[in-house]
C-alpha cells in the first residue's frame, strides 16, 4: 500500500505526464558498503513538478524545498514533496514528508541531560570530601576497636565463670556482669555516632546514584522511541559510522535526506530530485531558482540513501543463555546517549532474538566476534569471565609498518590501567599480525599497535592517519568455558580483509 504521501504524477499535472527527462544536474554520493559512487540526476520533469509545486505555495519563511520523482513496485510514477527544518513552527504537516531523524533535543532530553551533569557534579563533590576519602580506615579502625572489646569482654566472662565455680556470690558476679553490658552499649552509642555523619553522607551518594539510573533510563527509552529503530535494520551504515563525531545541526531535516530515507523506507525508486529557494532571496538564495544538496549535512548521506545494499549481521554461536555474533564495522556494539547513536548490534538483532544483556564491545570501526547474553545471569557469568581474565581473544590486524620485533608482549599503562597485549607478525608482506589483548583497556589494541610499536594499525583515524576504507581490526577468535552449562566455546570468524 501506497504511502498517502505519495502523490501519482498524473494526478499532480492533472494531464498526461511530461516526458522530458533531460538530466539538467547530478547529485553523486559514495556508498559506503561498497565504495560505488552512486547518482541521481536533476532532470527536465523534476524541474517541471517543482515550478508546478511554486505555484501553490503561500509567501512565508524562506527557506529550501524540494520534490522527489519516484517509480513504486507497480510502475506507477509519483512525486513527495518536502521541506527543510520546520513548517509553520512543525515538522510535520500532512502530505509533506517528515524528517528522517529527529535529532534535535526534546524538553525531556535537555532537562534530563541538565539535571545528570548536576547529579555528576554532586557525586564528585561528595567523593572528594574526606569523610568520604577515609570512609574504609573509619569503618575499619571501629571494626578492630569491637573486636578489641570482644575479647576483653569474653576474658572477663571467663574470669568471672572461673571465680563462680570457686564459690564467689552471684550479687558480686552480676555486678560485674551488669558493667560490662554497660561498657558494650557506650560503645555502640559512640560507635553510631561516629559513623553517623558517614552512614548519612553513602545513603546520600546511593540516593543521587538511583536517581541517576532511573532518569538515565528514562532518557534512553525516550531516545530509542525516537530513533524508531525498526527503519534501520536493513541501512549497511550507521549515522554514527557517517558523523563520528555526531552529525551536524539540522542533519535529517533538509529536503534530500528526508525525501531519500523516506523512499527507502517505502521501497519507492528514486528517479529525479529537484530543490528550490522560495521566499525571499537573500545574498546567496534566490527565490524559485535550484539548488544542489549542502555539503555539510546532505552529501555524506546521499551515497548511503541512495545505496541499495543491506548489511547483515550474522550469528555464529547461540544457546539458550548466550549468543555470538560476527559485528561488520561501522556499527556501535550498544546504543550510545544520544539520538544520532542509538543504531547498534543490540537494537538491530532484539526483534528477532529478544532481550540482549551486554557482556564486552568492540569498537564501532572494528568488526568482529561479540558475546550477547540472553538474560542477566549469564551476563553477570561472562562479564566474571572477563573479570577475571578467562576468556582468550585472538584479533587480527593489517599494520602501516612493520615491527621492529616478529613477536613480543606490550605492557605499558593506558590511562593510569595495566595494559598488556601479545602481537606476532603472521606476514611481512601484508604487515598482518595476530594480537592478544591480556587485559580489556578502551582502544587497548590501537593504542600498543600505534604508541608502543610505532606502527599505527591501517584506517585508524584516532591513532593513526586514517587512510583506507576501514580499520583493518578484526576480532577473530574467542574461547571461554560457558559460565553456565561448563562447556568449553571455541569460537572463530572468517577475517574479511
Known amino acids: 500500500m501506497l504511502p498517502e504521501e505519495f502523490v501519482p504524477l498524473t494526478k499532480f499535472f492533472n494531464h498526461d505526464v511530461p516526458a522530458d527527462h533531460a538530466v539538467r544536474a547530478n547529485f553523486q554520493g559514495v556508498c559506503p558498503s561498497t565504495g560505488r559512487i552512486l547518482s541521481i540526476p536533476r532532470t527536465t520533469l ?38 527543510s527544518g520546520k513548517l509553520d513552527g512543525s515538522f510535520h504537516h500532512p502530505g509533506w514528508v517528515p524528517p528522517m531523524l529527529e535529532l534535535r533535543p526534546s524538553e525531556l532530553e535537555i532537562s534530563t541531560k541538565r539535571r545528570l551533569a548536576v547529579l555528576k557534579q554532586q557525586l564528585q563533590d561528595l567523593g572528594r ?39 564467689v556470690p552471684e550479687a558480686e558476679l552480676a555486678s560485674l556482669s551488669k558493667h560490662d553490658s554497660r561498657e558494650k552499649r557506650e560503645f555502640k552509642r ?17 540516593a543521587l546514584k538511583s536517581e541517576r539510573k532511573s532518569i538515565s533510563r528514562t532518557l534512553q527509552r525516550e531516545l530509542h522511541d525516537r530513533f524508531e529503530a525498526e527503519l534501520w535494520n ?42 528550490f529557494w522560495w521566499g525571499e532571496s537573500t545574498d546567496i538564495r534566490q527565490r524559485g531558482e535550484f539548488y544542489p544538496p549542502c555539503e555539510e549535512r546532505c552529501q555524506p548521506l546521499l551515497g548511503p540513501l541512495l545505496s541499495n545494499a543491506t548489511l547483515t549481521i550474522p550469528v555464529v554461536y547461540h544457546d539458550a543463555h548466550l549468543l555470538v555474533l560476527d559485528k561488520p564495522p561501522g556499527l556501535l556494539t550498544v546504543p550510545g546517549r544520544q539520538t544520532w547513536n542509538q543504531d547498534s548490534v543490540i537494537r538491530r ?18 568488526s568482529g566476534l561479540v558475546i550477547m547474553a540472553r538474560d542477566s545471569e549469564s551476563q553477570g557469568g561472562i562479564q566474571k569471565l572477563f573479570s577475571q581474565r578467562r576468556v582468550e581473544k585472538s584479533y587480527q590486524a593489517l599494520l ?10 606490550i605492557a605499558r599503562p593506558i590511562q593510569g590501567k595495566d595494559a598488556v597485549t601479545d602481537y606476532r607478525l603472521l606476514d611481512e608482506r601484508e604487515r598482518r599480525v595476530e594480537l592478544r589483548p591480556l587485559t580489556g583497556r578502551t582502544h587497548q589494541l590501537r593504542v600498543h599497535c600505534a604508541r608502543d610499536l610505532m606502527c599505527p594499525i591501517q584506517g585508524d583515524r584516532v ?19 560457558h559460565p553456565l552449562t561448563g562447556k568449553r566455546l571455541q569460537i572463530e570468524s572468517v577475517v574479511p580483509f
Not at 54 to 64: A, F, Q, V, Y
Not at 190 to 206: C, W, Y
Not at 265 to 270: A, D
Not at 400 to 409: F, H, I, K, N, V
Open 400 to 409: 602501516t609498518d612493520l615491527p621492529a620485533s616478529p613477536e613480543g608482549r
Open 349 to 366: 538483532l532484539q526483534g528477532r532474538w529478544g532481550a540482549l544483556f551486554p557482556v564486552h564491545r568492540l569498537d564501532m570501526e572494528t
Open 46 to 83: 523534476a524541474e517541471m513538478a517543482a515550478q508546478r509545486l511554486m505555484e501553490t505555495l503561500p509567501d512565508g519563511e524562506p527557506k529550501m524545498f524540494g520534490v522527489l520523482l519516484v517509480r513504486a513496485k507497480s510502475g506507477e510514477l509519483g512525486l513527495l514533496r518536502a521541506f
Open 463 to 481: 591513532h593513526g592517519d586514517g587512510a583506507g576504507p576501514r580499520l583493518m581490526l578484526h576480532a577473530r577468535r574467542l574461547e571461554l568455558q
Open 129 to 167: 570530601t574526606e569523610l568520604y576519602r577515609n570512609r574504609q580506615s573509619l569503618r575499619k579502625d571501629w571494626e578492630r576497636r569491637g573486636l578489641a572489646l570482644e575479647d576483653r569482654l569474653k576474658t572477663r566472662k571467663r574470669e568471672r565463670d572461673k571465680r563462680r565455680a570457686a564459690g
Open 234 to 275: 536493513e541501512m549497511p551504515w550507521s549515522l554514527a559510522s557517517l558523523f563520528p563525531s555526531g552529525p551536524p545541526t539540522g542533519t535529517g531535516e533538509c529536503c534530500a535526506p528526508k525525501l531519500l530515507h523516506f523512499a527507502r523506507r517505502h521501497r519507492l525508486q528514486p528517479i529525479a530530485l529537484a530543490e
Open 190 to 206: 559512640e560507635k553510631s555516632a561516629a559513623l553517623e555523619p558517614l552512614d548519612r553522607l553513602e545513603e546520600q551518594i546511593t
